[in-house]
């Protein structure tokens, strides 16, 4: 019966008549291309996706408070005459088809038939489905991009160490070559910052794109809140 030693070393020395055959320093290099490529993937993706959460937070709010404001009291003077067609008009307006606030309103006005509790019902559920669902999805693909690049950096690291100390234990008796080593060892390193350099910019872009839809989010819950005030004081006057 073999030993468990005796297996070992059968194993060790099929893989040591195994290893030039098999071309370790190509399956090295196919290695090393894979982990820049993906790590070049991870910047790509990442960033077009941060650019463009932010650009959709952006385009989900008004300009600024006063844009807002100014919609509100357009929208509440159709409804406190009860003109619910201007109402709609002044909502469905190309200029506003982005915006957040105009398209829930829109919604809840197209449902003025049903009782409040069930038009805040709607209002809350496409606003967190739709829009919230839709920019919490692109942040997710950024998390993926910040957390990925760091780690096929840190594999990088560690191939390019256990590339040069097997260079080192190979060719003990006969020396090794410093730009062999080198080489192996500045990939280890060139990929640990590598993805460093590409996640820290991408944590950045996704705490603005955050604050944004936290900004977005409170927006929406104090103009929906007025807007439905509104329509209930008008609902409550037609009936």
């Known amino acids: 019966m073999i030993s468990v030693v005796d297996f070992l070393d059968i194993v060790g020395i099929l893989a040591q008549e195994a290893a030039p055959a098999a071309g370790p320093s190509t399956f090295m290099k196919v290695i090393e291309n894979s982990i820049w490529a993906g790590i070049a993937a991870c910047a790509a993706g990442g960033m077009y996706a941060g650019i463009l959460l932010i650009r ?11 844009a807002e404001q100014a919609f509100l009291n357009e929208l509440g003077e159709c409804l406190a005459r009860r003109d619910f067609d201007a109402a709609l008009q002044v909502c469905d307006n190309p200029s506003l088809w982005n915006r957040a606030l105009p398209q829930l309103a829109l919604m809840a006005l197209q449902s003025r038939d049903e009782p409040m509790k069930k038009i805040r019902q709607i209002v809350g559920e496409r606003f967190e489905r739709d829009i919230l669902g839709s920019l919490d999805r692109m942040n997710s693909w950024v998390g993926t991009s910040i957390k990925t690049a760091p780690q096929l950096g840190l594999l ?36 640990t910052a590598a993805g460093m350099a590409i996640s820290i910019p991408l944590i950045v872009l996704q705490g603005s794109a955050s604050n944004g839809i936290k900004k977005l989010q409170e927006n929406i819950d104090e103009g929906t809140g007025i807007f439905l005030d509104d329509l209930a004081a008008a609902k409550s006057k037609s009936a």
């Open 156 to 191: 990088g690291t560690v191939l390019g160490m256990i590339n040069a100390f097997a260079k080192i234990a190979g060719a003990a008796a006969t020396g090794v070559d410093p730009k062999e080593l080198s080489s192996d060892i500045s990939f280890a390193l060139w990929t």
């Open 56 to 66: 959709r937070v952006g385009q989900k709010q008004f300009p600024g408070a006063e």
